[in-house]
């Protein structure tokens, strides 16, 4: 039987989401970590000042610079994001997750590069790429589907990429893109690949081991798990990269978040592989139901054999997740079932243990012009659900109910 000290030198993935970066007080001896809710940090005399400005040590300063809650939570979800890897990436908090991609993108692009995505993106990750960064001298272009020999003839005909953005599965229509093959086709053309992690989280798909150079979380859905704060997270694999070109970005734009946010992100992460074990079990199940019901015209859910990217699902996530989309004939009837709903909440947002339902043509996807959101199959007719963790049969029950009324 292992002790202690051998369980901890590789833990399982659990035990790490619990155990990993965790301060236990020393002088208080207690168990959870305090909130070191304060704005700056002391010296004890001017040669500490010295040491710390070497990195000799590993004092705080200023919480805009660091403070002992963030890197806890930091080095957690890098360990997490990490899982496969023989060392742990390097990884940042933010005030949230629109922070961590923005720091992102500006640190690995500059006035004159250019930046391929995919073309179904989270609506206001879309906006950003597509209507500010090009006031800054940032191009860009969408790859409908990352279709990879259409990536492969915009690499050509853009050398000046140093980016390729992608999100699996994408938001809201749940298609996935394959990490390994893109970050082949991306690197071969010396560009770096961001992926948007927050749907299927470390928990179900680590980019970082299918090649990807940096992951970025919405960490107010998922890995908080209970809808009780705003943030966002980076992680790199190269931590020299990270160093050079977007650790000093979050100093500089002070984009940080509390030390109370990191706080409760960390107690909502300890228990990510278990919530998500129940999302995709839940999700999987009404999906199933949704697929067989006479009012729904579509349903798109990974776990699906009917997911035209089933095969792929399988071969680079350890589940489903839990979310979904499903279609209905158009926007008089995805009213009514949003209208009708009791259990579920009518809310943006998404990962908490509670189920959420949404309409993105109207809600997270409304900054989209309409012609491109239809071109990319978000329909007035579309609805995404958050499922949550509650019985299944009562997920279902609501769902019937409010579906019935159409």
């Known amino acids: 039987m292992k002790n202690r000290k051998e369980i901890m030198k590789k833990p399982e993935l659990a035990t790490t989401a619990i155990h990993n970066s965790e301060i236990h007080d020393k002088d208080t001896k207690a168990h959870i970590a305090p909130i070191y809710q304060t704005s700056t940090f002391t010296f004890e005399n001017f040669q500490s000042i010295q040491d710390y400005q070497n990195g000799n040590t590993g004092a705080h300063m200023y919480t805009r610079g660091s403070h002992p809650s963030r890197q806890a939570l930091a080095g957690k979800i890098a360990a997490l994001e990490s899982y496969d890897l023989e060392q742990n990436g390097v990884a940042e908090v933010f005030s949230s997750g629109m922070a961590a991609i923005s720091a992102a993108l500006m640190g690995l692009c500059h006035a004159g590069d250019h930046i391929i995505a995919q073309d179904v993106l989270y609506g206001t990750s879309e906006h950003l790429i597509a209507n500010v960064l090009p006031n800054y001298g940032i191009s860009h272009s969408l790859v409908k589907n990352m279709d990879l020999s259409e990536l492969k003839t915009q690499l050509k005909s853009r050398p000046n990429t140093t980016v390729v953005y992608i999100e699996t599965p994408a938001n809201p229509t749940m298609f996935l893109v394959d990490i390994a093959a893109v970050v082949e086709i991306a690197h071969s053309h010396g560009a770096k690949v961001i992926v948007d992690n927050t749907f299927a989280t470390p928990v179900l798909q680590r980019p970082?081991?299918?090649?990807?150079?940096?992951?970025?979380?919405?960490?107010?859905?998922?890995?908080?798990?209970?809808?009780?704060?705003?943030?966002?997270?980076?992680?790199?694999?190269?931590?020299?990269?990270?160093?050079?070109?977007?650790?000093?970005?979050?100093?500089?734009?002070?984009?940080?978040?509390?030390?109370?946010?990191?706080?409760?992100?960390?107690?909502?992460?300890?228990?990510?592989?278990?919530?998500?074990e129940k999302h995709s079990q839940n999700a999987l199940e009404v999906a199933s139901f949704l697929e067989q019901h006479k009012n729904v015209k579509a349903v798109s859910y990974p776990g699906l054999k009917s997911h035209p990217q089933h095969e792929l699902a399988k071969k680079q996530m350890s589940g489903f997740g839990g979310m979904l989309a499903f279609e209905l004939a158009g926007q008089k009837e995805a009213a009514i079932v949003l209208n009708n709903v009791r259990l579920a909440a009518l809310a943006v947002s998404l990962g908490n243990v509670d189920t959420l339902i949404e309409h993105p043509a109207s809600m997270t996807h409304q900054v989209v012009p309409e012609e491109i959101r239809l071109e990319q199959g978000i329909t007035d007719g579309l609805i995404r659900l958050s499922v949550g963790i509650e019985a299944a049969s009562d997920i279902i029950k609501d769902l019937d109910q409010a579906l019935n009324k159409i």
Do not use: Q
């Open 208 to 276: 970082l081991s299918l090649g990807a150079d940096i992951v970025v979380h919405s960490t107010t859905k998922y890995i908080n798990g209970h809808g009780t704060v705003i943030g966002g997270a980076i992680v790199a694999k190269n931590a020299l990269l990270f160093e050079e070109r977007i650790a000093h970005i979050i100093k500089t734009i002070g984009a940080v978040p509390s030390p109370f946010d990191c706080w409760i992100t960390n107690i909502g992460l300890k228990t990510l592989p278990l919530r998500m």
